[in-house]
């Protein structure tokens, strides 16, 4: 019994696996870049204790993270729930009307992992060591993971998203692990700087057919500016006054670039039942 074959791959899918396998390379074959001691506490501007929560403000301001989170598993929920409606009302309605999977699906994952970047980051803030770091990684690389795996649906194909998705997830679930034992920290970065570079160059390209409207544009904008304040945490705790760091406004910036998800999401949504309500073929079959 001959299996159906698969379409060839396009020339952005192409593009794509020389992509990783390049990043795969470098970070196999690479040089060991050692990273400075991070995991110590008074690398951090703010280290203010509130009613016995330690760096409280680097803790607490993880908190939008799981909001904008749980703000988009909602907005994909509802998704869920309209299409099973339309399912059961339209059963003949054209397959052309239904949602994206793959994208909503890689959605699911970006969502849950702002939740685990939140309590990864909250956990390690707590107190700032090598061991936890690895914690605060892994829930980040469940976030990037699904963003990499909505920006490939978007601008290269609904099929590559999840394996580009997967491709992510364990890459930097392993770079964790890799900084953690030999404090080589040239994988992370690739994972971490190599996927954004992956994101602005596909921000830079046309978008597929069945996109949501993802403006991948904004979200690079929100990270750029995380990591300026980042940066400059000791600079801005002192500007202030010591009202809030910059690695405090980081996580609020950071977990900002999850509100373009769900405003695509929102329009989606609106766009998909607009087009069920006034679908010929539906009308007939619900007549």
């Keep these: 019994m001959l299996l159906p074959s698969l379409p060839p791959l396009s020339r952005r899918e192409r593009g ?81 009307s239904d949602p994206p999977d793959n994208t909503l699906d890689c959605a699911w994952l970006f969502f849950a992992g702002l939740i685990a970047a939140a309590a990864g980051s909250a956990f390690y803030h707590l ?64 994972v971490q700087f190599g996927g954004m570079a992956l994101v602005l160059t596909l921000a830079l390209s046309t978008p597929m057919r069945k996109s949501v409207g993802l403006k991948l544009g904004w979200v690079i904008f929100f990270y750029v500016l995380a990591k300026v304040f980042e940066l400059a945490d000791h600079q801005i705790y002192e500007y202030t006054q010591h009202v809030v760091s910059g690695h405090s406004l980081k996580h609020l910036t950071a977990a900002l670039a999850g509100l373009p998800v769900v405003l695509a999401l929102h329009k989606l949504e609106m766009r998909w039942q607009a087009a069920l309500r006034h679908n010929p073929g539906a009308a007939a079959v619900a007549a």
């Design 127 to 190: 107190v700032p060591d090598a061991p936890r770091l690895a914690a605060d990684r892994a829930g980040m690389a469940v976030a990037f993971a699904g963003l990499i795996g909505v920006a490939v649906c978007e601008r290269v194909s609904q099929r590559a998203g999840w394996p580009a998705a997967w491709f992510v997830l364990t890459a930097g679930l392993l770079s964790a692990e890799v900084f953690q034992e030999t404090g080589n920290v040239l994988p992370w970065a690739l």
């Design 16 to 96: 794509l696996l020389f992509t990783f396998a390049l990043l795969l390379l470098v970070a196999v074959f690479g040089p060991d870049l050692p990273a400075a001691d991070v995991a110590i506490a008074s690398v951090f501007a703010d280290d203010r204790a509130w009613h016995g929560l330690p760096n409280a403000m680097d803790v607490l301001s993880n908190l939008p993270f799981v909001v904008v989170g749980l703000w988009g598993l909602y907005r994909l929920n509802r998704i869920d729930r309209s299409h099973q409606q339309a399912l059961s009302t339209f059963p003949l309605a054209p397959p052309a």
